[in-house]
């Protein structure tokens, strides 16, 4: 299971870092990727990560903005998201998959926690 927590309400500028808590043994064999849905749109790839931390991936937009890593002693991955912008708003869902690749797409994905809310008011 996934468990994600820390999204909440924060100014444009801002900082804020989600954490993705995950149960079981196996969680440091798992890649990594965090989604986000945006009121009446589509669930949609922000960052991935892969099961050692050594390779990242990024949607464009947040290029430069935010950082995914991971602790697998933990079993939690992180999304320290800088210098927020009201178009960031959305629901944001922590997502594990063992097979590498196809990191961008949904339906990749075998388990998914319950996502977690983030508001930048302008």
């Known amino acids: 299971q996934l468990q994600a927590c820390g999204g909440g309400l924060v100014q444009a500028g801002g900082s804020l870092r989600l954490s993705c808590a995950a149960s079981?043994?196996?969680?440091?064999?798992?890649?990594m990727g965090w989604f986000r849905q945006a009121p009446g749109k589509e669930r949609k790839f922000v960052a991935t990560?892969?099961?050692?931390?050594?390779?990242?991936d990024y949607t464009d937009s947040v290029k430069g903005r935010f950082t995914i890593s991971r602790d697998n002693a933990k079993n939690t991955v992180y999304l320290q998201m800088n210098s927020l912008k009201p178009e960031d708003t959305a629901v944001y869902y922590c997502?594990?998959?063992?097979?590498?690749?196809?990191?961008?797409?949904?339906?990749?994905?075998?388990?998914w926690g319950q996502g977690t809310e983030l508001t930048v008011s302008s």
């Open positions: 079981g043994r196996t969680f440091s064999s798992y890649n």
């Open positions: 990560i892969n099961w050692s931390g050594g390779s990242t």
């Open positions: 997502a594990a998959k063992y097979y590498p690749g196809s990191y961008y797409y949904t339906g990749k994905y075998d388990y």
